[in-house]
């Protein structure tokens, strides 16, 4: 099973600051990978997939990059709306696996 | 695109539930499904997918307990699961796997709560 290990598991910033989410697969998953966002009571938002293609409607401030086996979600321009866990997947290979998750607060 | 759970509940050890997915708003029967849970305030856990051509694939840890299927006539997925364990407690989301961009769950449910105990 491929592992993913996602840093920070929390992180609070400012309205208009600018984070960055990190994912680490345990092999290379070849940019075979989606972010989520999950907000308080609700099931997860699926926001981008293959490393850093956006879905349509999702805000430009939230952007992704990465290769091999290290990827990352920054969001530029943090806005209120923003606060949620977010979570990475692979779909490299089977058993689908994710991240366990990176809460943001908004100060 | 509308997902919507039901079936959950409380249910002691050992024993089965089956969960079921109605799904409006797309072609059901042309789309893969997932089932994906999560333990109360934890991670997110991939279950079982099934393909539009009724294909199954299981995570480990349900393998053998769990039966994915579906309904095309019916727009409904069924998660049954037998020998439930203390473990299996979680909310159960089913998903539809994205079209054409990989394995991936586009559209979720607002999931339906599986309380395992005694």
């Known amino acids: 099973d491929i592992h993913m290990t996602q840093n920070p598991v929390s992180l609070s910033a400012f309205i208009g600051d600018k984070v960055t989410i990190t994912c680490r697969a345990s092999?290379?998953?070849?940019?075979?990978l989606g972010w989520y966002q999950q907000k308080q009571g609700q099931s997860p938002k699926f926001l981008m997939y293959y490393a850093s293609n956006l879905l349509s409607g999702v805000p430009s401030r939230f952007s992704g990059s990465g290769s091999g086996t290290e990827y990352s979600l920054t969001i530029t321009g943090i806005q209120p709306e923003d606060a949620a866990t977010y979570f990475c997947?692979?779909?490299?290979?089977?058993?689908?696996?994710f991240g366990s998750g990176t809460k943001l607060e908004i100060k | 695109v509308q997902l919507v759970e039901s079936g959950g509940g409380l249910v002691q050890p050992g024993k089965s539930l089956k969960l079921s997915c109605s799904a409006s708003?797309?072609?059901?029967?042309?789309?893969?499904m997932h089932w994906i849970r999560q333990a109360p305030g934890k991670g997110l856990d991939w279950v079982a997918y099934i393909s539009s051509s009724s294909g199954t694939v299981y995570a480990d840890a349900v393998k053998g307990r769990f039966t994915i299927s579906r309904d095309n006539a019916k727009n409904t997925l069924y998660l049954q699961l037998n020998s439930l364990k203390s473990e299996d407690t979680a909310i159960y989301y089913c998903?539809?796997?994205?079209f054409g961009v990989g394995w991936y769950f586009d559209f979720w449910g607002p999931g339906t709560m599986v309380t395992v105990s005694s």
């Open positions: 708003g797309f072609t059901f029967s042309s789309y893969g």
């Open positions: 997947q692979q779909c490299y290979s089977y058993p689908l696996t």
């Open positions: 998903a539809r796997k994205a």
């Open positions: 092999q290379d998953i070849s940019r075979y």
